[in-house]
């Protein structure tokens, strides 16, 4: 079954304590990417990856780190989380670029709150 | 950026009426997708339309595109309760690094009562 799969789903934490949120997808796509979700904002963008060892930034990099060491996965890292990085979080992938159509698969996203 | 905007922002309607929801954005794009996402889960892809098509239809959904007005609309026919969700438009398009981007509108909020 194919699946993007993100861990923690929640986690409450404090200011300043670094976690990593990782993802996983089993399809063997290029893209994948993070988004946060906030309300009356939508998805944003965070960043993306269009293959191992090629990450770039999204429209709300800010505070946030990626990897892609391998192309399964894809972990979202915060150094030094604040309050304002509160929100609901979304890893997805898809086989190449969206500009061609790939549908976009979504993880199940992660609660986040940091106090 | 090419945000989406949904409108209306929230629709409250009975079982077996229709449900649209319209989407406009910005700047010129390849596709615009249609995805829906139940309270606090995962976004799912619903339907694609690409610039060279104006309307599409799968199931009960169906898209139109009007790439003069940068426009676009959902048509969700027969509603049931289990339809309840919020949709969100999404457009492709290329950033200025010549990767792509996928952009997110803020959503609709549609319930369907029984």
């Known amino acids: 079954e194919a699946q993007v799969t993100q861990n923690p789903r929640y986690l409450i934490t404090v200011t300043g304590k670094k976690l990593t949120v990782t993802c996983s997808q089993n399809?063997?796509?290029?893209?994948m990417s993070w988004y946060r979700q906030d309300p009356g904002l939508g998805l944003r963008q965070i960043y993306y990856?269009?293959?191992?060892?090629?990450?770039d930034k999204g429209d709300v990099p800010e505070g946030y780190k990626v990897s892609r060491k391998e192309k399964r996965n894809f972990p979202l890292i915060l150094e030094s989380p604040s309050p304002n990085q509160t929100s609901l979080y979304f890893c997805?992938?898809?086989?190449?670029?969206?500009?061609?159509?790939?549908?976009?698969?979504f993880g199940e996203g992660s609660w986040l709150t940091v106090v | 950026s090419q945000q989406g905007e949904e409108d209306p922002q929230a629709l409250s309607i009975q079982e077996g009426e229709n449900a649209t929801m319209n989407c406009s954005y910005k700047?010129?794009?390849?596709?615009l997708q249609w995805y829906r996402q139940n309270s606090g889960r995962g976004l799912v892809h619903l339907i694609l339309?690409?610039?060279?098509?104006r309307e599409k239809h799968s199931g009960r959904l169906r898209v139109t595109l009007d790439t003069s007005k940068k426009s676009s609309s959902l048509l969700i026919t027969a509603s049931r309760a289990a339809d309840t969700a919020s949709y969100f438009c999404?457009?492709?398009?290329?950033?200025?690094?010549?990767?792509?981007?996928?952009?997110f509108g803020t959503g609709t909020r549609l319930l369907v009562s029984p």
């Open positions: 700047t010129s794009i390849n596709n």
């Open positions: 997805a992938s898809s086989l190449w670029d969206v500009y061609s159509g790939n549908t976009i698969y």
């Open positions: 999404a457009t492709a398009g290329f950033m200025n690094t010549g990767f792509q981007k996928l952009v």
């Open positions: 990856s269009m293959n191992v060892e090629v990450t």
């Open positions: 339309i690409r610039s060279n098509e």
């Open positions: 399809m063997n796509h290029e893209y």
